[in-house]
T-cell receptor
Framework: GAVVSQHPSRVICKSGTSVKIECRSL??????MFWYRQFPKQSLMLMAT?????????EQGVEKDKFLINHASLTLSTLTVTSAHPEDSSFYIC??????????????FGPGTRLTVL | GQNIDQPTEMTATEGAIVQINCTYQ??????LFWYQQHAGEAPTFLSY??LDGLEEKGRFSSFLSRSKGYSYLLLKELQMKDSASYLC??????????WGAGTKLIIKP
């Protein structure tokens, strides 16, 4: 199957700093990438959908100025958590999809990034 | 509104069979996915159903009834490594995945 990598796998930072998370599709071109957040013992929550070359579409309740998403190429999307606070501590997971909407399009998940804000 | 229901937790014995149910009400339907997620890891794909019926893949099978808004994941010959959360997800009319809260499956020897 297709491989999606995420970096870093774990990050611990101080409150007020910004953290960048990279998501890469290694062996396919991802026209669409998704960013999820998962709190302990809860399901995945979609934060935003990004299409290569265009602005991300954020879900209701997700601050676009706080969670900056850039999808500059077909293999790379980045999520920057700006001015992180302890409540932003979570497991952030990206996924990538290659076929356009209308086809069976499995999402391939990255391994996730555990963010801890002190 | 959109709603996906699955049991919070189930327990089963190694070597046995377990069925995890998922019922849903969503705006549009473009398929149902089952994912497995081990603690601290990202989900991994198990199955996809878009037509009614049973899809079998090794020890795992998934069933769908669109008219009933119902699916189940059947795991046979359970192994200890099957202990994980199992997530049911619906692809809605916008081709976005709507996720259930997941079922934590505990396998006992």
């Amino acid at each position: 199957g297709a491989v999606v990598s995420q970096h870093p796998s774990r990050v611990i930072c101080k409150s007020g700093t910004s953290v960048k998370i990279e998501c890469r599709s290694l062996d396919f071109q991802a026209t669409t990438m998704f960013w999820y957040r998962q709190f302990p013992k809860q399901s995945l929550m979609l934060m935003a959908t990004s299409n290569e070359g265009s602005k991300a579409t954020y879900e209701q309740g997700v601050e676009k100025d706080k969670f900056l998403i850039n999808h500059a190429s077909l293999t790379l999307s980045t999520l920057t958590v700006t001015s992180a606070h302890p409540e932003d501590s979570s497991f952030y997971i990206c996924s990538a999809r290659d076929p356009p909407a209308g086809d069976y399009n499995e999402q391939f998940f990255g391994p996730g990034t555990r963010l801890t804000v002190l | 509104g959109q709603n996906i229901d699955q049991p919070t937790e189930m327990t089963a014995t190694e070597g046995a069979i377990v069925q995890i149910n998922c019922t849903y009400q969503t705006s549009g339907f473009n398929g149902l996915f089952w994912y497995q997620q081990h603690a601290g890891e990202a989900p991994t794909f198990l199955s996809y159903n878009v037509l009614d019926g049973l899809e079998e893949k090794g020890r795992f099978s998934s069933f769908l009834s669109r008219s009933k808004g119902y699916s189940y994941l059947l795991l046979k010959e359970l192994q200890m490594k099957d202990s994980a959360s199992y997530l049911c997800a619906i692809m809605d009319s916008n081709y976005q995945l709507i996720w259930g809260a997941g079922t934590k499956l505990i396998i006992k020897p």
